[in-house]
């Protein structure tokens, strides 16, 4: 009797939802409409939990930030409140009954975010702006929470992730897809370029990144098994929608990121060893220095603009650090992060308070036709230099620790992995150059802390603790 109740509950529930949602739209209530929609969402997430985990590939390419229409507080739907309610529900889940394996614990990747989590803690108490400050550390929480830690228990399954990159690629290519096609309605103008993805991307540096950040996992995803003739079909397309949206893209960074993810993957694949490549970048350096005047030469004379719309002029201007205003006005965001620094070396200004701190840092000559005398122009550009300013030299090292952490473990992982397994090595090197492609434009722009790069970035990591753990027992990794 009780196991047929049960089995009701979700019918009677789901019915009593669709009824009220029906009344509701029918009186024309449209924000009304929202409640009995969250309701549903808890539901799924109660009863559904990981069908609601792996949705959230699907959502998060084509999540809309709300600030955009309310000029209020940002928030992204529907996949941040999904992400907190998970995070609650899930911390609730193993305290009553703990679930996640004691392995998790061991990884240096986890070890990284932990230590990272507490440099935010402490430098949350010491902020300026301390109630921005530990807003930065919930919103950090509600993602590596849910992804990171828990996503390693839905990852255990090799179906599971492959779900997962399936349905991140699928809708990535729709929101190109849109963004191509109101693009198309401005004849692929380089301006318009800047913004035909909105409300799905803020501008063309998010899109572009994660645009760039899907090509490796969709070749991998093709070149890692044999298909049929209907998928084979399908990822060619799907890798010409990625190709053509990381083009009209026209973001520097992107391309850029893609050339250094590839040398990335023949540094991995061919195990070339570490003391060459050192020795390599020691070199580099040295005649850097030695040659640095008639660098600074080459740099003034180069004029081209990013605002051209051919491919190689707008990779060339890449290195304009004198005409070329978004150049500028990086280096006037960095330059301002350097001098905060400075003036904080230990604790910083606190987690998130950059753009309220910057303006009084700007110097006259690094100010541009695009700068701000209030300074409310966002964040620092820069993951890293972000983290220097706002958490001092602890902030910087333990996101450096995690960007270590991440490589080491991925690395050390493919080389691991037997021969034999070629599925395994061929969508982790896409991972590898997944991951690559973010931590390339982390140098240029910080997108941690939307929903869009945090969940692909946090979701691979925790396939790559998942894999680990299967190989040290000696489970199969296409299970």
Request: glycine share 6%.
């Amino acid at each position: 009797m009780r196991s047929i109740a049960n089995a009701t509950i979700p019918f009677v529930l789901a019915t009593i939802l669709a009824a009220i949602f029906g009344v509701l739209i029918w009186q024309d209530s449209a924000e009304l409409t929202l409640f009995p929609l969250g309701l549903l969402l808890v539901y799924f997430a109660i009863y559904q939990t990981e069908k609601v985990f792996i949705s959230l590939a699907f959502l998060t390419p084509l999540s809309v930030n709300i600030e955009e229409f309310t000029q209020s507080f940002g928030l992204f739907l529907p996949t941040e409140p999904l992400l907190f309610g998970m995070m609650l529900l899930l911390v609730a889940m193993e305290i009553q009954s703990p679930f996640l394996r004691k392995e998790i614990w061991r990884n240096p990747i986890i070890h990284a975010v932990l230590f990272y989590l507490l440099v935010v803690i402490v430098t949350a108490i010491t902020s300026s702006h301390p109630l921005v400050s530990f807003k930065f550390l919930i919103a950090r929480l509600w993602f590596i929470v849910p992804v990171l830690l828990f996503g390693t228990h839905f990852f255990q399954k090799e179906k599971s992730r492959m779900q997962f990159l399936w349905l991140f690629v699928i809708a990535t290519c729709i929101a190109i897809i849109y963004s191509l096609a109101h693009h198309s309605l401005y004849g692929f103008g380089e301006k318009e370029g800047h913004w035909v993805m909105w409300p799905l991307f803020k501008d063309h540096t998010i899109y572009g990144a994660i645009v760039a950040l899907v090509l490796p996992i969709v070749i991998s995803i093709y070149f890692a098994e044999k298909h049929s003739p209907l998928t084979q079909a399908i990822l060619i397309v799907l890798i010409a929608i990625v190709l053509v949206g990381l083009y009209y893209s026209y973001t520097r960074a992107a391309w850029l990121s893609i050339i250094c993810a590839s040398i990335v993957c023949l540094v991995v694949y061919y195990r070339i060893n570490f003391k060459i490549l050192a020795g390599i970048g020691i070199i580099a350096l040295i005649i850097g220095f030695y040659k640095w005047d008639q660098i600074q030469m080459e740099l003034g004379r180069n004029k081209y603009e990013h605002t051209t719309e051919s491919f190689d002029e707008r990779l060339q201007s890449a290195t304009n650090v004198t005409t070329d205003a978004s150049n500028l006005e990086r280096i006037n965001r960095w330059s301002c992060a350097i001098a905060m620094f400075e003036q904080r070396p230990i604790f910083g200004y606190g987690p998130g308070t950059y753009a309220f701190e910057y303006a009084p840092f700007q110097e006259p000559e690094n100010l541009t036709i695009i700068s701000t005398n209030f300074g409310d122009m966002g964040n620092a550009h820069s993951e890293y230099l972000g983290a220097l300013a706002e958490m001092g030299i602890m902030g910087l090292l333990s996101f450096l620790g995690i960007v270590v952490a991440i490589f080491y473990a991925m690395v050390s992982l493919y080389n691991k992995l037997p021969l034999t397994d070629k599925k395994s090595r061929v969508l982790l090197m896409g991972m590898i150059a997944a991951q690559t492609t973010y931590f390339v434009h982390a140098f240029l722009n910080n997108f941690l802390d939307t929903d869009k790069a945090a969940v692909p970035i946090w979701a691979m990591c925790a396939m790559v603790i998942v894999m680990e753990i299967q190989l040290k027992e000696g489970k199969k990794l296409n299970n």
